[in-house]
């Protein structure tokens, strides 16, 4: 169960540097380039930890996917960036997989 919750804190740190990189300014702005840099520093780490139970492909999916739609979702309220209706079925063809995944997938370690 650790090993999820590695893998829910590197899903965060992703998100949070990923959210950040606009505002660097092309990493001319120190401050969010310092976030993007820490953020991506905490994902990796904790990613790598989560692997030491969860398989690569289950872990990387679960985290790209959710960091996709976690960043689609704050960038929206944050910089204003809207989804129209193939943006929606797009992002839920992808939370959709990720709980294919992790609910009916015998590939999955729980």
Do not use: C, R
Request: hydrophobic share 55%; charged share 5%; aromatic share 14%.
């Amino acid at each position: 169960m650790k090993n999820w919750m590695f893998l829910t804190i590197a899903i965060f740190g992703e998100v949070v540097a990923t959210t950040a990189l606009k505002s660097t300014n092309g990493f001319t702005k120190l401050g969010p380039s310092l976030v993007v840099l820490v953020g991506y520093g905490i994902a990796f780490y904790f990613l790598s930890l989560s692997l030491k139970s969860i398989p690569v492909g289950i872990a990387y999916a679960v985290w790209a996917g959710l960091g996709i739609a976690l960043v689609t979702l704050i960038a929206w309220g944050v910089y204003g960036q809207k989804l129209d209706a193939w943006g929606f079925v797009g992002i839920g063809f992808i939370v959709s997989g990720v709980a294919i995944l992790n609910l009916l997938s015998k590939t999955s370690v729980h």
